[in-house]
């Protein structure tokens, strides 16, 4: 409470000068920075410069504690605030400009001047002069953010929207939004006071600490770096061979970042349909150009000029092999060559080529988080400089790199065959597949292991099942439910027909298909054995992987699961969450579950082994080094 008064004081002294006062903005203006801004009375930004401005304490389970939630409504309304608080989302100069956050864009040449004729305006004017905004917001066009009944009604549908999609374990959604709705009516320095004690309560919430290790591992990924690429280089050319769904995603995604990109498949339908969803993408995100930088094609025309090739191609290892023969043989000797393959190796895949070294692997996850995933590795033949070229290439497209080791599936593949399986093998017993879904997203992950399955098509399930069981836990079985469902003509979200049923994309009732071939019982009274089974199996899975060198640390396991796999941020991380439980508490569940129910859920014996030894997590594969 005391920090955010002192902040406040600071910046009320500068809110209550009795001349006019200008922030220039030049570069990114994030949080206390643009509550500072928000103190002056006008805002400037610096044309042409790639900048963000935003109040993201909501990603840490905070909220602006400086002024920014009492000053903010009087500058851009109320519902404005609420939506910039609330999302934590960034505005670039042209959006603040559009919605009056910013009053006037300044040249890049000769600022200082500009920025001192627009003062003097202002004072010519004797303050008449205000963004165009303002004047709207002064003369009808927030009529209802002024109205306390208008804000009432406006809280209340936002509130049920909270409800509905925010899980209860997020605090700061709330209390900022009642800290700007009471702004919106009381006088200034009571409004800074409640928000001084809300900004208090969330600072020793529980959930705050992880949210803050979240950020950090994200900053220690993404943050960035020497390898940062320069935002004024045009972006390179980009080829993707496979129009699937894991080519259209990559073509989508490099398209969206600037590159022009030649996408290539057998026939036109798949390609047909990239189109399709591309020109979606682009009328979401009001840029014609991103549409206009995708080309499909049936050849590998235009190869030659390309930066970067991603081959997108079915699991098939004499498919991939031989198409990666052929872009070998059209591609200069330093373009980057990337495969995506979900089972297969660069030792097994490099044995096609003349120079393995060339060829790296890819794997791009976007569970639905502001954050995505780029799992990535380099073969033994590789170059190390390759590392920087892929940690930029994945910042570059707003992603977090994480470097792997070549093996089959790397982390995360893994993570989600144990993920398939484990929900399989408990929907097989009986439990309702709405429920073991259920209580996984209310253990807090973004998405239930059956409505995953259905995305991925179950197809694709089985063939990750088959190719990385000897990997992961239970030995390469595959559960008979996934086999039955394929027999019924069960393939996914695609047909409609998955373990949900599908009508215009969006998910229905559980598929009654599956009463013929599911025993299903009632419902499970103890509803967090569900999640306790499935979660201790992810657990036991990254120990092995670990233990094998998948990746060498705690915190990368935190940045897979946070960011690839939609593991809950107030959790902290798959990582985080298995040093809180310990070794002994999961290795202990896991051998009464296996001795009692089923021996699958036998813990493994590197877990045994830390058990044994009364190490911590960290202490066996950090050093001991705590995050």
Not at 124 to 134: F, L, P, Y
Not at 256 to 275: C, Q
Not at 296 to 304: E, I, N, V, Y
Not at 597 to 610: A, F, T, W
């Amino acid at each position: 409470y005391q920090i955010a008064r002192e902040g406040q004081l600071i910046f009320q002294k500068w809110a209550a000068l009795s001349f006019p006062t200008l922030a220039v903005i030049e570069g990114d203006c994030l949080g206390a920075g643009l509550e500072w801004a928000l103190a002056c009375r006008y805002r400037a930004v610096v044309g042409q410069r790639a900048m963000r401005l935003a109040l993201p304490q909501i990603h840490l389970g905070l909220m602006p504690g400086w002024g920014g939630c009492t000053r903010l409504p009087g500058v851009v309304g109320f519902q404005r605030s609420l939506d910039l608080v609330l999302s934590g989302e960034a505005l670039s100069p042209a959006e603040a400009l559009e919605i009056g956050l910013a009053d006037v864009d300044l040249p890049q040449w000769d600022t200082e001047k500009f920025a001192v004729a627009f003062l003097r305006e202002i004072l010519e004017n004797r303050g008449k002069t205000i963004s165009r905004q303002r004047r709207l917001l002064a003369t009808g066009r927030g009529r209802m953010d002024r109205s306390v009944l208008g804000r009432a009604r406006i809280i209340r549908v936002l509130d049920k929207k909270i409800r509905r999609t925010l899980d209860r374990r997020y605090p700061a959604p709330r209390e900022a939004m009642r800290a700007i709705q009471f702004a919106a009516s009381h006088p200034v320095a009571d409004a800074l006071a409640f928000e001084a004690r809300k900004f208090a309560v969330l600072c020793s919430a529980p959930v705050t600490q992880k949210l803050i290790w979240q950020e950090l591992i994200r900053q220690k990924y993404q943050g960035d770096g020497p390898e940062m690429a320069d935002s004024q280089t045009p972006a390179a050319p980009v080829c993707v061979v496979g129009a699937g769904t894991w080519g259209a995603q990559m073509a989508i995604l490099a398209a969206r970042n600037g590159h022009p990109v030649r996408l290539k498949d057998l026939t036109y339908p798949p390609l047909a349909e990239t189109m399709a969803a591309l020109e979606q993408v682009a009328r979401e995100h009001r840029d014609q150009g991103i549409y206009e930088r995708l080309s499909p094609t049936l050849s590998m025309t235009g190869f030659a000029r390309a930066r970067l090739v991603l081959e997108a191609l079915p699991e098939d290892p004499d498919l991939k092999g031989a198409i990666l023969r052929e872009l070998e043989k059209r591609l200069k000797p330093d373009t980057l060559l990337v495969t995506t393959s979900a089972t297969q190796t660069l030792a097994s895949l490099g044995g096609f080529l003349e120079n393995p070294g060339n060829l790296v692997a890819l794997r791009i996850f976007r569970p639905g988080s502001r954050h995505g995933l780029a799992e990535f590795s380099i073969g033994k033949a590789g170059e190390p400089t390759l590392v920087p070229r892929l940690k930029t290439l994945a910042r570059s497209w707003g992603l977090i790199p994480i470097q792997v080791a070549d093996v089959a599936g790397g982390l995360l593949n893994r993570l989600l065959c144990v993920y398939f399986r484990q929900a399989l093998i408990l929907g097989g017993a009986g439990v309702p597949i709405w429920q073991i879904d259920r209580e996984l997203r209310q253990f807090g992950m973004a998405r239930g292991p059956f409505e995953m399955m259905d995305e991925w098509g179950l197809r694709n399930v089985l063939l990750l099942l088959n190719e990385l069981g000897p990997w992961t836990r239970g030995a390469g079985e595959i559960p008979s439910l996934l086999i039955d469902a394929l027999a019924l003509g069960i393939s996914g979200k695609t047909s409609n027909e998955g373990f949900y049923r599908y009508r215009n994309g969006q998910k229905g009732k559980p598929n009654k298909l599956l009463g013929k071939v599911q025993v299903t019982s009632k419902p499970v009274k103890d509803t967090a054995l569900i999640s306790e089974k499935v979660v201790l199996s992810l657990i036991d899975q990254v120990v092995r992987d670990l233990s094998d060198g998948v990746v060498d640390n705690l915190d990368a396991v935190d940045a897979v699961t946070l960011f690839g796999m939609g593991f809950p941020g107030f959790r902290g991380g798959l990582g985080q969450y298995a040093e809180y439980l310990g070794a002994a508490k999961i290795a202990g569940r896991l051998l009464y579950f296996g001795e009692m129910e089923d021996p699958r859920y036998q813990p493994s014996p590197q877990l045994l082994k830390i058990q044994e030894e009364g190490r911590t997590f960290r202490e066996a594969f950090d050093g001991g080094a705590s995050g």
